[in-house]
């Protein structure tokens, strides 16, 4: 896969802000695992840490008019974005600033603005959505993409295989990205599907396909954006599967490892880190000191701190709230007007 | 649909009815409610209303006729419904024409429809049921929940009736909206007592009051097992004071007049009030003291006796206890007093002093435990502080049931008696 | 005014509604080139272009979803089930997904779509194609449900559920596509939301139903007229949110009540009917509240099994005569 132009022109600087992302995503979902372990966060909570490359790699590539579906692993998907800390902190501490006024909660995180489309909790929901999407871009007539990320067992679903074949029936801009970390609750890749390159799914669709190395986010990056290129110019969709680790449990409420996995291969995935792998790549070629490092860390530490700060700030949301938001006052007048005025 | 009318229990103890006079002809149509018939019953004449609608196809029972409770005595149904088959089953259709209480004892579920065995569709005969109050008949639910649905009772509240006077027609014996509508229309249903009504508020004592199964089954009780021990008691009264006092009432004018009698049942009332071991009755397996007075009041009437009812007597100021005695006494006579009117008293006076009678003794009413006979008043010389005088005397018989009253608490009783009557202003004290 | 069949009705729907906003597009099986598997979509494709009017594989959970993705960027899709009975697929769509979407994003993202089919027993279709589901669709909060019993009805519903902005169920039905009733023309046909619709007024007793029933409900009613009961026929029109008023009004004035529909008795929506009714009606009773459903079985093939699984006017005049303690 080849590099666009685009990277070396400003390499430094966009790896750089990659490193960034990846570690206050990092430290985000670190401190995450301590407000849970504090009862600040409740219900589930799905860490990124080890993932970082996928969602930072794929979304750096794309326009802000472009769409981002994902499941409920979504917090580094959702910071990759741009969207607040602030307002993430504050939905998983159930808080009226939160993304979405405490309503949703880790595995519902949306942004409008962003173009966040979910955080969704139901293995495979959302992969039909994404097609949906795809399909009202087409009929649009509009050259955005649709991107979406799954995890590996999603491919096993019929949802799944629902939501592709359309997509590639109807020729639809949308990039399925496959994030394989191997493993789903507690069941290895190789014990719950038939076979295990499971990119090649895509063949039963006669869809472009690839995979790669998910710990490099330079890597994942070309990859992507080879793939939105082609959904972009060709309306037609394509499946990556990005091959990586999480290196916590599948949630905050399950094993790191132990039962289904040795602490030994965790160890060897470990050395795999993707913050270490770019930053291993930034400092060879001299463009990053230790010094630089510890500052940006310390850096991304204080806007995680002060997401807390403000999460612990925010008031819960008022009684009312309960009973706001089941079904809209509208009809499609109104609402086209507003539609309108809102994009 | 056709509409079958029975021979209904009019009465508590009716077992049979006479049939006086039919108000509608064959071929008059009939609305729901309307008045059908005289019927008399063992106690008084009450009127027989439809409880259908439709054309009054057959009378099957002459005037003047009797039959028991529950035979078919006529049909309402639509013009061109076939009756046949209704009207030839009404021969066979009376079984054993029980009292409404007549499984007695035994059959503690018998229900209000069991009762008028043999006609199906038959609202089931009248009868003071058990109050609203769950603390409601004490053995068997014969006399048990009323049901009503939700409608009927504010229809029967709105209208001021007491749910008790009202039939159901609905399923086991709901009241249901066309019973309220029909005992508006004819009238039958009881108004919403204010005072004195039969069956008290449950705070009164811890029993519910008796009901006609109860009354019946201590009769067959007392029948069964033999007669009321009872002795007798008699005390003459000095009634100068009280003739004082009625004359001087007689002097303020007409309306002031009260007799002899209506002060001899207050006295008695009030007596009562402080004598609740005598304001009782026994049920067999217990007995039931009274915190009200309900004060039965016999009554001649052309063929027999009766005993109407002033309720809470003691609470009664005299000219109350004087109107109300004077109206039911005529009412008596007339035989127009309803069931409710003559059931439930807690103690019974009987004045046979009109007649010239010096000194009698009753019989008590089971399960009350006693009644006063009072004789009648007559001047006669008597001994005062050692010299002769002539007084104004009247003799009072107090029968006992010795099983609830013994000697010395009849006395107490009748000691009572005499300060008040004697003292007739301790009636005000 | 005309007289034209339910579906007949609908198609005018869906051709208004397409050509007044054209974000609104019809999807389903055979909704395209095949004209409708019940001919309801017939020359919708003609008239809008198969962008507009998409012939899916067979993929309910996905064309659902597809539906779903699509609203949240701003179209307005009409997913059309072939029946209701196939949707069970879909649920995880329709119920996680369509309904519960506007609560999830804090009130991003609403879903102005319409999921329609027909709904309930056709003819000796067996199991696992009668089955009428409406209820398990009016429990879910986030959803509105729809189930409209005439072709006047079906038109001004299925126009009110493709212009509102949230998710509408429309609950159709195949015995009903031919039946027929007047419609105005050149004149705007809109039936709102949540409102019911006295269709007969009497005074004796309530019939309070919706969709296939409401014929059967007006010919008991006629036929109950006959013998001088004369009563109310409510229809319902909108299962959720349902016009508690109209059921109350007329239960206070009748004092009875009965209630037909087509599904089962467990937890069916004429169980939410009878609680309205108990709630806000207690004093007014004077019977308890019966009610006509169909047999607590699978609905089996053989005819006369069928029929006597199926809810019926004469079933429904014998509960009005109950409520009434006539016999």
Not at chain 1, 6 to 27: G, H, I, K, P, Y
Request: proline share 5%; hydrophobic share 40%; net charge negative.
């Amino acid at each position: 896969m080849a590099k666009k132009k685009t990277d070396s022109a400003n390499d430094v600087e966009l790896r750089r802000d990659l490193l960034r992302s990846m570690l206050l995503q990092r430290r985000f979902e670190e401190r995450c695992a301590e407000a849970y372990a504090l009862g600040k966060i409740g219900g589930f909570c799905h860490l990124y840490i080890g993932q970082e490359a996928c969602g930072t790699g794929a979304i750096s590539i794309l326009r802000p008019d472009d769409y981002v579906i994902t499941t409920y692993r979504d917090h580094g998907q959702a910071l990759a974005r741009g969207m607040a800390p602030r307002a993430i902190m504050a939905e998983l501490f159930g808080r009226i600033d939160g993304v979405v006024r405490g309503k949703g909660g880790s595995m519902h995180l949306f942004d409008r603005n962003a173009n966040f489309l979910g955080g969704h909790g139901i293995v495979g929901g959302h992969v039909p959505i994404a097609t949906g999407v795809g399909f009202a871009i087409k009929y649009r007539g509009g050259d955005q993409v649709c991107v979406c990320f799954m995890g590996e067992s999603v491919v096993n679903t019929g949802a799944f295989h629902e939501a592709l074949n359309m997509a590639a029936l109807w020729k639809l801009p949308v990039v399925f990205i496959i994030e394989n970390n191997r493993y789903g609750m507690g069941t290895a890749l190789e014990r719950a599907s038939s076979i295990h390159d499971i990119y090649n799914r895509a063949a039963s669709y006669d869809m472009p396909r690839g995979v790669v190395d998910g710990q490099d986010v330079m890597v994942v990056r070309a990859a992507v954006q080879e793939a939105v290129d082609r959904a972009r110019t060709e309306s037609t969709p394509t499946l990556l599967e990005v091959r990586t680790y999480r290196f916590m449990g599948h949630s905050m409420s399950d094993a790191v490892s132990g039962t289904y996995r040795t602490k030994e291969e965790l160890e060897e995935y470990l050395k795999r880190d993707p913050i270490i792998v770019l930053r291993t790549q930034l400092q060879q070629a001299g463009q990053l000191t230790d010094d630089e490092f510890a500052k940006l860390d310390e850096e991304v530490k204080a806007v995680v701190q002060d997401a807390w700060d403000f999460a612990e700030q925010s008031p819960e949301p008022p009684i009312e709230a309960l009973y706001e938001d089941v079904l809209v006052d509208t009809t499609s007048d109104a609402h086209a007007e507003a539609a309108v005025a809102a994009d | 649909m056709a509409t079958k009318v029975v021979m209904e229990a009019l009465s508590p103890t009716m077992e049979e009815g006479r049939l006086v006079k039919w108000l509608k002809n064959e071929g008059d149509q009939i609305k729901n409610g309307e008045t059908l018939a005289e019927v008399e019953t063992d106690k008084a004449i009450m009127e027989l209303v439809a409880r259908g609608e439709g054309v009054l196809r057959k009378r099957l029972l002459n005037e003047n006729d009797a039959a028991p409770v529950g035979q078919l005595i006529a049909v309402i149904a639509p013009p061109d419904e076939n009756i046949d088959a209704l009207v030839s089953s009404a021969g066979g259709a009376a079984a054993a024409p029980a009292a409404p209480a007549a499984p007695a004892a035994a059959s503690a579920g018998a229900t209000q429809e069991k009762v008028a065995s043999g006609a199906p569709p038959a609202p089931p005969p009248a009868r003071p049921a058990a109050p609203p109050a769950p603390s409601a008949a004490p053995s068997g639910n014969g006399g048990g929940r009323m049901r009503s649905s939700p409608l009927a009772r504010r229809m029967a509240s709105e209208n001021g009736l007491d749910l008790q006077g009202v039939q159901g027609s609905g399923p086991g014996g709901r009241i249901i909206k066309r019973d309220i509508e029909a005992a508006v229309a004819s009238g039958s249903a009881k108004q919403q007592p204010t005072a004195g009504r039969f069956v008290p508020a449950g705070e009164d004592y811890r029993d519910a009051p008796l009901t006609q199964i109860r009354k019946t089954i201590a009769r067959r009780l007392s029948e069964s097992i033999g007669p009321i021990p009872t002795f007798y008691l008699t005390a003459e009264f000095d009634m100068e004071r009280v003739a004082e006092m009625r004359a001087a009432m007689a002097a303020m004018g007409d309306e002031f007049k009260v007799s002899f009698n209506d002060i001899v049942l207050k006295a008695v009332a009030t007596a009562l009030a402080q004598h609740p071991e005598v304001n009782a009755h026994w049920l067999g397996d217990k007995i039931r003291y009274f915190n009200r007075v309900h004060l039965g009041m016999a009554v001649a009437i052309e063929d027999g006796l009766i005993t109407p009812v002033i309720f809470d007597a003691d609470q009664k100021r005299m000219s109350e206890i004087s109107r109300e005695s004077r109206e039911l006494a005529k009412r008596a006579r007339e035989r127009k007093l309803k069931p409710e009117e003559y059931t439930g008293s807690t103690f019974s006076v009987s004045n046979l002093g009109m007649f010239g009678i010096d000194q009698f003794t009753a019989i008590i009413n089971p399960p009350e435990v006693g009644i006063l006979a009072v004789g009648a008043l007559e001047e006669k010389p008597v001994v005062v502080d050692g010299a002769l005088a002539h007084r104004k005397r009247m003799r009072v018989t107090m029968s006992c049931d010795h099983r609830v009253v013994d000697g010395a608490l009849g006395a107490r009783f009748l000691q009572t008696l005499r300060r008040l009557i004697e003292n007739p202003l301790m009636l005000v004290y | 005014m005309s007289v034209i069949t339910y579906r007949d009705a609908l198609n005018q729907a869906l051709r208004e509604e397409m050509h007044r906003d054209d974000r609104v597009f019809i999807m389903g099986e055979e909704v395209a080139v095949y004209q409708g598997a019940y001919k309801v979509s017939k020359g919708l494709l003609q008239e809008f272009g198969e962008m507009r009017v998409v012939d899916t594989p067979i993929t309910e959970l996905g064309f659902a979803g597809v539906g779903v993705g699509a609203a949240m960027v701003g179209l307005r899709p009409i997913i059309e089930f072939m029946t209701w009975n196939f949707a069970l697929l879909a649920i995880d769509q329709v119920v996680n997904s369509a309904a519960k979407m506007l609560y999830m994003s804090g009130g991003q993202y609403n879903m102005p779509m319409v999921f329609r089919g027909p709904n309930g027993a056709a003819l000796q279709l067996s199991a696992q194609h009668s089955q009428a589901w409406e209820s398990w669709l009016a429990h879910i909060p986030g959803l509105k449900v729809v189930a409209p019993g005439t072709p006047y009805d079906a038109k001004g519903l299925l126009k009110s559920a493709i212009r509102d902005d949230n998710p509408v169920i429309v609950l159709e039905g195949e015995m009903l596509y031919n039946t027929k009733g007047e419609v105005p023309e050149n004149e705007e046909v809109i039936v709102p939301l949540g409102k019911a619709e006295l269709k007969r007024e009497g005074e004796h007793a309530s019939i309070i139903t919706h969709g296939k029933m409401v014929l059967a409900a007006l010919q008991a009613a006629d036929q109950l007229g006959k013998q001088g009961i004369n009563v109310d026929v409510v229809d319902l029109r909108t299962i959720r949110p349902m016009d508690v008023d109209a059921i109350t009004t007329s239960v206070r004035k009748t004092n009875r009540a009965v209630v037909l529909e087509e599904g089962w008795e467990i937890c069916g929506v004429g169980a939410q009917v009878v609680d309205y009714i108990q709630r806000d009606c207690f004093d007014d009773l004077d019977a308890p509240v019966v009610r006509v459903h169909q047999a607590d079985v699978p609905m089996p093939y053989a005819k006369n099994l069928e029929r006597a699984a199926k809810p019926d006017a004469a079933k429904a005049i014998a509960a009005v005569k109950k409520v009434m303690y006539l016999e």
